[in-house]
C-alpha cells in the first residue's frame, strides 16, 4: 500500500476510471478525482496537499494552464509534483508546460503502469538531485 497522495484532474469520466484502476492496481489508494481546474484549486486551498497531481490541459470551468498559473501565483502546495497527462500531443503545450516549476513530466493518455513507473523514476531522481545539493 502507497501513501502518496494523488489527485486527478480530467474532465473525461472514462479516463479517471482507467487512471484510477492503474494506479490503484500498483498499490495507491489515496486517489482525488476532480473534473476541472477549479475544482483541483478548491482541493488545494480546503485539504492536504497532494504529492502528485496528474493533469489535463484541455477541460471546462478552469484548464490545466490555468490551473498552473494560479497555483504559482497563490504559492500552493509548493512540493507537489505535476505531470500533465494529456491527448494533446502538440509541442506548444509541451512547451509551455516546462515552464511551470511544479510540472516534472507531459505523457499522452491512457495512464499505464509502465508511464507510472517512468514517472515515479524521474521524480526520484529530481528528489535525488535535489538532496544532493543541500
Known amino acids: 500500500m502507497n501513501k502518496t497522495n494523488i489527485l486527478l484532474v480530467d474532465d473525461n469520466d472514462i479516463a479517471n476510471f482507467l487512471s484510477e484502476m492503474v494506479l ?58 505535476v505531470v500533465i497527462l494529456t491527448s494533446s500531443i502538440r509541442q506548444k503545450d509541451k512547451d509551455r508546460a516546462s515552464q511551470f516549476s511544479s510540472v516534472v513530466d507531459y505523457i499522452e493518455k491512457p495512464l499505464n503502469q509502465n508511464k507510472v513507473q517512468q514517472v515515479l523514476e524521474k521524480i526520484a531522481r529530481i528528489d535525488l538531485m535535489h538532496k544532493t545539493k543541500i
Open 24 to 81: 490503484t492496481k500498483m498499490g495507491f489508494n489515496n486517489i482525488k478525482i476532480v473534473t476541472d481546474g477549479k475544482q483541483a484549486l478548491d482541493s488545494l486551498k480546503t485539504e492536504n496537499c497532494p504529492d502528485l497531481v496528474f493533469l489535463d490541459i484541455n477541460m471546462p470551468v478552469m484548464d490545466g494552464f490555468s490551473f498552473l498559473i494560479q497555483v504559482e501565483k497563490e504559492f500552493l502546495c509548493t512540493q507537489m509534483k
